[in-house]
């Protein structure tokens, strides 16, 4: 748990007390420690993107040292756009997603499938507008040299338990390397679908170098400018 109340109102750009009233309604996900709420970040961030919330840029800030971190446009081109996926339920459509995923031949398709199901049973990842965004509560972490984002527009729109009632007919599928890599790009890619530009290409169903030049617009407008000596 590493966010407190100051941190997580930061990231939402709320006062502490709006922070504390979702808290009391039981709206948003909270532990009590030491007398003390804190917040898991991944949650946070999940359940911010379902209430169509736009966080702080300062999620954006990379620290100093760890494992690089890549852009949602690198990401989206190492994972590919796959168009007209099959599938005729929740179930049969993230294994369609799964097998045309570029993975290395190392990884466990199936264990992914797995974890990618065992998410949904705890609650939707689908965010509203017809997208959804699959990943575990705790970060999918493979044997992978970079993330990749891998965005899958549907045959035919599927029922997913969206927040808004709408069936979905997009999917963007992350998998990291390690846990701050996955944050980093479920942060960009949460702001980047609260951004109309890149919404309308994807409600849009664009090519891949629209969606491409779109996600390079993201990256561009939450990347830190280059510091000087």
Not at 33 to 53: C, D, G, H, P
């Given at each position: 748990?590493d966010?407190?109340?100051?941190?997580?109102?930061?990231?939402?750009?709320?006062?502490?007390?709006?922070?504390?009233?979702?808290?009391?309604?039981?709206?948003?996900?909270?532990?009590?420690?030491?007398?003390?709420?804190?917040?898991?970040?991944?949650?946070?961030?999940?359940?911010a993107?379902?209430?169509?919330?736009?966080?702080?840029a300062?999620?954006f800030?990379?620290?100093?040292?760890?494992?690089?971190?890549?852009?949602?446009?690198?990401?989206?081109?190492?994972?590919?756009?796959?168009?007209?996926?099959?599938?005729?339920?929740?179930?049969?459509?993230?294994?369609?997603?799964?097998?045309?995923?570029?993975?290395?031949?190392?990884?466990?398709?199936?264990?992914?499938?797995?974890?990618?199901?065992?998410?949904?049973?705890?609650?939707?990842?689908?965010?509203?507008?017809?997208?959804?965004?699959?990943?575990?509560?705790?970060?999918?972490?493979?044997?992978?040299?970079?993330p990749?984002?891998?965005?899958?527009?549907?045959?035919?729109?599927?029922?997913?338990?969206?927040?808004?009632?709408?069936?979905?007919?997009?999917?963007?599928?992350?998998?990291?390397?390690?846990v701050?890599?996955?944050?980093?790009?479920?942060?960009?890619?949460?702001?980047?679908?609260?951004?109309?530009?890149?919404?309308?290409?994807?409600?849009?169903?664009?090519?891949?170098d629209?969606?491409?030049?779109?996600?390079?617009?993201?990256?561009?407008?939450?990347?830190p400018?280059?510091?000087?000596?």
């Amino acid at each position: 748990m590493d966010l407190s109340v100051k941190d997580s109102a930061q990231l939402l750009r709320v006062s502490e007390k709006t922070i504390y009233r979702w808290i009391s309604q039981g709206k948003l996900p909270a532990y009590r420690v030491s007398e003390q709420y804190r917040f898991n970040r991944a949650e946070l961030l999940e359940w911010a993107t379902a209430q169509k919330i736009n966080v702080s840029a300062d999620i954006f800030a990379e620290p100093e040292g760890g494992d690089s971190l890549v852009g949602l446009s690198e990401a989206i081109k190492s994972g590919g756009i796959h168009y007209r996926v099959g599938g005729g339920d929740k179930a049969s459509v993230l294994r369609a997603v799964v097998d045309v995923m570029r993975l290395p031949e190392q990884v466990d398709r199936q264990f992914l499938l797995e974890v990618l199901l065992a998410r949904e049973s705890l609650g939707s990842t689908a965010v509203g507008g017809g997208i959804a965004i699959p990943h575990v509560r705790n970060p999918i972490v493979m044997h992978i040299q970079r993330p990749i984002v891998t965005l899958c527009f549907l045959e035919r729109d599927i029922e997913f338990g969206a927040i808004d009632g709408q069936p979905v007919h997009t999917l963007f599928t992350i998998v990291s390397p390690t846990v701050r890599a996955h944050l980093h790009l479920l942060a960009r890619l949460a702001y980047a679908l609260r951004q109309p530009a890149f919404a309308r290409v994807i409600a849009g169903h664009g090519s891949r170098d629209e969606i491409v030049a779109a996600s390079e617009s993201i990256d561009r407008s939450v990347s830190p400018p280059p510091s000087h000596a």
